[in-house]
């Protein structure tokens, strides 16, 4: 009986030990394989260290891959306070080279953590500084490198490409927009160290940043230069309080061109007042938008078939009585009696408010619902405003009228620019963009590309094709002519809209504005601009803004290869204007022939022989009066 229960307390013990030691097994186990991950993180968290490496941002580049926004190499301090032997001396000698409070710098280097990076006199130093530093050679004070921010052609397309703060975040324009793509991933270099911080004598690690995704842009920097070369231009000529041009493809809302004044350098925007850098005009502004806005109500009415360009009159004594509310007509005496298409040539605002009551409220403002104004186009820019339309059920006859002329309702140049374009590339409604494609930073391989977005069809193509003819029109024969190209295809609309200001209008201020494309017929670019109250000229769109977009269209047709046509409307010359004659074909004439039937121009010979074999320019171009013409004889 004793024996037998010592066995009992034996088995009884020796199970016990034997369930401890599975336990034990299982628990060893269970860290070695499950959890061995988790607590080797946990372990090497206490002994390692690691110094950030900022990553570059990815770069801004043009249609053609001319850069916008790059970034350029600099250094930042950054201390170890476990590592410093000497915080005294150490923190004297930094705030000597950086000309900082010695207090400031003292708290660095004593301050109870890791790894403290000194902001912010010690960001981005420059290499005379940065070499000063590197020579004390002291434990615990490192220089790591750090990228910052360039914009190699300063306040060019400022408003568009924003600018970035000091730790490389977007603040705005595309640089906040994009922020996302263009952050890259920090790098570091890893090292291990004892509990007072010291830096071991085990191998580091280094883990390379990851630039950011470079975006290319719809933009063309030639182009860019040159509505940047016009806005400075007429900023000098008319010391307005602002202005504007952007350009735009109108078959597919790429965004071509887009400037504002004032603007501002990219590169130190901390120089200039938020009003500035944070206002892009195209896309910020609102007003109304004038004569530019009739295009919208002569497409309704072409649409609805309630008007006849050619067929239908419409006699304008200089007023129009609505309501009780007179309307006067821009010319003192009005135009008389003039068909449809010469009441788009000249402008006549009795003549659209006339148009305006064939439609009617509601359908007019269901067309202006259609080509999106009252609400965001939904371009990739931060910043942009909806405008303001009359609440259709509280429009009256003449907020009817006024509208029909681009008055009482307020739109955003993008709007407007967008709305036209729709009414001359066949009817077709797209979201305006600026980001083209994004690109792998290293590689530069497609990792997307944006392609265009049709949101609607306020108007059928034949209704479009009407609306170009009309158009073309007024630059040939009316309120456009100063943005006519002999030889190209123009077509445009004048603007001339009166500012508010507190409910008022103000007397003697107005935006100027022209909205203009090329070729006429198949255009591929649309310009708009915008003059805010230009001083010491006559008021009119026509004047002012009309020679800036020929001038931006002049050089679109360099930089986009837009050829001649010897089609088009021929424009109706004054005594004052530079005359321009389409030249004739001598080719196979006599020396004497050919000088007979070139008498308004000078003719230079090459060559021998009585017959001419090569003339330059060609025939059927236009050329301007005394040009020389260059004949080879054979």
């Known amino acids: 009986m004793f024996f037998s229960e010592i066995h009992e307390r034996i088995r009884f013990v020796f199970l016990i030990s034997i369930i401890i030691l599975i336990a034990i097994i299982i628990k060893v186990f269970y860290i070695q394989v499950f959890s061995y991950q988790k607590l080797n993180t946990l372990a090497e968290s206490l002994w390692s260290r690691e110094l950030p490496i900022k990553a570059d941002r990815g770069l801004i580049v043009d249609r053609n891959g001319e850069v916008l926004a790059s970034n350029v190499t600099t250094v930042s301090l950054v201390v170890v306070p476990g590592q410093i032997k000497d915080p005294e001396k150490v923190a004297h000698d930094l705030s000597d080279i950086l000309q900082t409070n010695y207090q400031d710098m003292l ?69 906040l927009y994009y922020d996302d793509y263009l952050t890259g991933a920090d790098g570091a270099i890893k090292y291990f160290s ?133 309307i006067h007509c821009w010319k003192a005496g009005g135009h008389g009696s003039q068909t449809m298409l010469q009441v788009v040539e000249n402008s006549c605002n009795p003549g659209f408010v006339h148009i305006g009551e064939t439609l009617g409220t509601e359908t007019l403002m269901s067309y202006i619902n259609k080509y999106g104004f009252g609400k965001k186009t939904g371009i990739d820019l931060n910043g942009e405003s909806s405008g303001i339309l009359f609440d259709v059920n509280k429009m009256g006859p003449v907020e009817l009228a006024t509208t029909s002329f681009g008055q009482g309702i307020s739109v955003t140049p993008i709007q407007q620019i967008r709305a036209v374009s729709a009414a001359i590339n066949g009817g077709n409604l797209y979201t305006p963009y600026i980001v083209k494609s994004f690109l792998e930073s290293e590689t530069n391989t497609l990792i997307k590309e944006v392609t265009p977005k049709l949101i609607g069809k306020p108007i059928s193509a034949e209704t479009s094709a009407l609306v170009r003819y009309a158009l073309e029109s007024v630059v040939a024969n009316g309120s456009g002519k100063n943005a006519y190209i002999e030889n190209y295809r123009v077509g445009g609309k004048t603007g001339t809209a009166q500012k508010v200001q507190n409910g008022h209008y103000l007397d003697g201020n107005y935006i100027l504005s022209f909205i203009g494309f090329l070729p006429a017929n198949d255009p591929d670019i649309i310009v708009y601009v915008a003059i805010d109250n230009p001083k010491g000229v006559t008021q009119y769109g026509g004047v002012v803004s009309a020679p800036i977009a020929k001038n931006v269209l002049t050089s679109a047709i360099d930089i986009l290869n837009i050829a001649p046509s010897k089609e088009g409307m021929a424009r109706e010359y004054t005594w004052l204007d530079k005359k321009y004659i389409i030249l004739p074909n001598v080719i196979g004439m006599t020396k004497k022939e050919a000088t007979k039937a070139l008498k308004d121009f000078k003719v230079e010979y090459s060559g021998t022989g009585e017959e001419v074999i090569y003339q330059s320019p060609g025939s059927g171009y236009y050329a301007p009066e005394g040009e020389t013409i260059k004949l080879l004889l054979g």
Do not use: C
């Open 107 to 175: 708290n660095h280097v004593t301050k109870s953590t890791s790894i403290e990076r000194v902001h912010p006199e010690g960001r981005r130093l420059s290499y005379d500084i940065a070499e000063k530093i590197n020579a004390l050679n002291y434990d615990g004070v490192y220089l790591l490198k750090e990228s910052k921010r360039y914009y190699p052609y300063e306040t060019v397309l400022s408003h568009v490409l924003g600018y970035v703060g000091i730790d490389n975040q977007g603040l705005s324009g595309l640089e």
């Open 194 to 326: 004892d509990g007072k911080g010291n830096k071991l004598e085990l191998t580091e690690v280094y883990e390379a940043p990851t630039s950011g995704i470079t975006l290319k842009l719809s933009i063309d920097i030639n182009l860019q230069l040159a509505i940047e070369n016009e806005l400075d231009n007429a900023m000098t000529k008319y010391n307005p309080e602002q202005g504007l041009i952007m350009a735009m493809n109108p078959k597919t809302g790429e965004i071509l061109a887009m400037a504002s004044r004032p603007n501002f350098n990219s590169n130190n925007y901390q120089a200039y007042q938020s009003e500035i850098i944070n206002r892009n005009l195209p896309i910020w502004m609102t007003y109304e938008p004038g004569s530019t806005f009739k295009i919208i109500t002569l497409s309704a009415a072409l649409e609805e078939k309630t008007i006849n360009l050619f067929e239908d009159m419409y006699f304008d004594g200089g007023s129009i009585n609505v309501d009780g509310a007179t």
